[in-house]
Every structure is written in structure tokens, then in C-alpha cells.
């Protein structure tokens, strides 16, 4: 869908390209469950055409604008990608069981190709990304892509330093400050090598001409992080409330007088009070675990699309807490009655509620991005940027 707001005087008109789902639960679950039969039979062989098959239906049911997005990469092209990183898993854990030096030279190894996978991986996704036969891209360097690991790395490797130098130089004071040291460390580094991660992929997606930059500060990242874990503080203060009046309530008015006697009206207490609480703490657990978790997904995903964009289209991301939170509670309780045979159903309606809260606000409208100023890259050479720029990992 396609509307446009009236302009002020002195201002362009701004497009409003809405972003529609139309995938459903009952033709996702058939595509789901032959790839899962398939996985089994191969031995995860199948793992390149399963991705296909996926990415191909939630891609054709992704409508931008009344247009859908294509999805073009061949399974076999994919295979190699998968081959690789299999076998470097394979070579890690084998180096593991062999002797912790040789694991730990494999991990390293691991560790220096991943950003170059991770770079790679993108680029064949979004040269794979089709709309309206316009190819996607993505520009990121191999030098960025290490860089969004090394400084984090650095950062955690210096802080590690300094809470060992204040175990060392303290004593027992010493060590209870480097743990503390430690945990807030690595609490502020999470935030900072996320927003690094985000910064990467979301300043360098193309459209023709049109490539993104992000507007997202450290601080925005931080904030979302730290509002998180106050609210997980909070949940985890209310289900101790909730066990500490339920035990007061169900607790014997009148305790023993004697000791053995007390102790084993308490032993008698103990399971019937975990019997009597347990439905209301795991209600409680499963109301604040979907909070939690859909707090920081809406939030973070409304800052990181809201920050994408140029000067002549940018996203605006609108996902409510509320009913993020009630879709996660809804799926984890199907998928525990269902023996998880609901999950194809509520990764649909997770899907869409996640895409259909994003547009697209545009100085140009559809047929304008399409066909003025912007390079139309046809299906051959869009083919050959597949080959040429990287291969999938499954990143």
C-alpha cells in the first residue's frame, strides 16, 4: 500500500510504502515439516535447500508496497558455505577433545574467519534480495567487519586486565572487586559490541543508488540494555513477593513448640506449598519472561529500523509491548501442548506482527525508486553478484 502525506509548504511529499505479511501458519507447517523430515533422512545435508525453501516463501509473502521481495539463491551455491562452516566446527571439536591447547588454537581460528563469514554471508543474502527486479546489496568492507569484533574484543581483554590486576594487588578485597569489576564489564562491553554489530549491517544495505546509513548512538543501544535489565530486576523481586506471601499464607499458624517438631512440620510444609505454588509461580515466571524479552525486541527493533534510512527513504518501526508480549506467551504455552508442532504457526504470526509494524517513508514513491536515478540490475548480472560477492553460511 502506498499513501502519501500532504507536504508543508517548502517541503517534499513523503510516501508511506507499507510493509504487509500474507504467509499463513497451515502453508508454512507443510513447507516446516517436510524440511524437518528431510534434515533427519540427510543427516542435515538438506540444511542449504530447507533454507531455500523457507526464505523463498517468507520472502514471496513479504509485500512492500503491494510488490513482493524475491529470494534467487540456488541451494547447490549455497551447499559450500555450509560445508565450510561444518567442517570447521568438525575440526574445532575434534582439536577440543584432543588437548585444550589444540582446541583453543582451533577456536582462535574460528574466531579469526568468522567476520569475514559474516561479511560474506550478507552479501550474498542481499544480492539474493530482490523487489520489483531490483537486486539489493550490501557494501560493508572486510576490514569494518573485523573491526566490529576487535574493538569489543579489546575492550573486554583491557577490562579483564584490570580486574586481574586488582585481585593481584588486593587480596581477598582484591578478588571480590575484580569480580565485580568483571560482571559490569562485561554488562557495558554487550551493548557497545551490539550497537558495533548493528552499525555495520544497517549503514550498508543498498537499493540501486540508495544505500542507508544508521543514526543510532552507543547511548540509544545502552539505554534499551539497561531499561532491560531493570525490568528483568523488577520481575525477578516480584515472583520473590509472590513466593514469600504464598508461603506466608500456607504456612502452619501454629508452629511447633519443640524442635524436632518444627522441623518436621516444616518438611511436611515444603512440598505441599511447592505443589500449592507452582501453577501461580509459573504463570508468573511465563507473564514476566514474555516482558522482559518482548520489551527489549520492540524497543530495540523500533530503535535500530527507526535509525535506517537516507535522505530520501527511511524506516519507521512501531512494534507494541503489549502485543509482542502476549503473541510470545500465547506461542510458548502452544508449543509446550502442541510437543512444539505449534512452531511453524507462531513463527507466521510472530512474522508478521514484527514486519507489518515497519513502513517506509520516501521522497520518491514505488515507481520513482524503481526507475529514476536508480539502476535497474537485471536478473543475469544479479546472478553473477550472487557468485561473485561471498557465499551463505546460515549467519
Given amino acids: 500500500m502506498n499513501s502519501q502525506t500532504p507536504p508543508t509548504p517548502g517541503q517534499e511529499a513523503v510516501n508511506r510504502l507499507d510493509i504487509q505479511f500474507t504467509g499463513t501458519g497451515s502453508e508454512y507447517f507443510r513447507i516446516w515439516i517436510v524440511n524437518l523430515l528431510l534434515l533427519l533422512l540427510t543427516l542435515g545435508l538438506y540444511y542449504p535447500w530447507a533454507k531455500v525453501r523457507k526464505q523463498k516463501y517468507f520472502y514471496g509473502n513479504t509485500v512492500v508496497a503491494g510488490h513482493p521481495l524475491g529470494y534467487h539463491a540456488e541451494p547447490i551455491k549455497m551447499l559450500r558455505g555450509f560445508l565450510l562452516v561444518a567442517a570447521l566446527m568438525f575440526a574445532y571439536s575434534l582439536a577440543s577433545k584432543t588437548s585444550s591447547l589444540a582446541g583453543g588454537i582451533a577456536g582462535l581460528i574460528v574466531a579469526a574467519l568468522w567476520p569475514a563469514l559474516m561479511r560474506s554471508s550478507m552479501q550474498f543474502r542481499m544480492a539474493n534480495t530482490s523487489w520489483r527486479g531490483l537486486r539489493l546489496g550490501f557494501s560493508g568492507s572486510t576490514k569494518d567487519a573485523y573491526m566490529v569484533f576487535l574493538v569489543p574484543i579489546a575492550g573486554a581483554l583491557g577490562i579483564g586486565l584490570a580486574a586481574f590486576a586488582l585481585g593481584a594487588l588486593m587480596g581477598p578485597a582484591g578478588r571480590v572487586l575484580m569480580l565485580t569489576v568483571g560482571v559490569l564489564g562485561a554488562y557495558s562491553m554487550a551493548p557497545y559490541a551490539w550497537w558495533r554489530l548493528k552499525r555495520y549491517q544497517h549503514s550498508h544495505y543498498k537499493l540501486g543508488h540508495q544505500q542507508t546509513s544508521f543514526k543510532a548512538s552507543y547511548g540509544d543501544v545502552t539505554r534499551v540494555f539497561m531499561r532491560t535489565g531493570l525490568l528483568g530486576i523488577a520481575g525477578l523481586m516480584l515472583v520473590i513477593v509472590v513466593v514469600a506471601v504464598l508461603g506466608f499464607a500456607s504456612f502452619p499458624a501454629r508452629p511447633s513448640a519443640n524442635a524436632a517438631g518444627g522441623l518436621a512440620q516444616l518438611l511436611l510444609w515444603i512440598p505441599a506449598f511447592l505443589a500449592q505454588a507452582a ?97 535497474r540490475v537485471n536478473t543475469a548480472a544479479g546472478d553473477m553478484a550472487a557468485d561473485l560477492l561471498g557465499f551463505d553460511v546460515g549467519l
Fill in 279 to 375: 501453577l501461580p509461580l509459573a504463570a508468573a515466571a511465563l507473564v514476566m519472561q514474555a516482558l522482559v524479552s518482548a520489551f527489549f525486541i520492540s524497543r530495540m527493533q523500533n530503535l535500530i529500523w527507526s535509525k535506517t534510512g537516507n535522505r530520501q527513504l527511511r524506516f519507521k518501526s512501531d512494534l507494541r509491548l503489549l502485543p509482542l508480549a502476549k503473541l510470545s506467551a500465547l506461542n510458548l504455552v502452544l508449543l509446550v501442548i502442541t510437543v512444539g508442532l505449534y512452531w511453524p504457526f507462531a513463527q507466521i504470526a510472530m512474522a508478521r506482527l514484527k514486519l507489518q509494524a515497519i513502513h517506509i517513508r520516501s521522497r520518491l514513491n514505488a515507481d520513482q525508486l524503481v526507475g529514476e536515478g536508480l539502476v
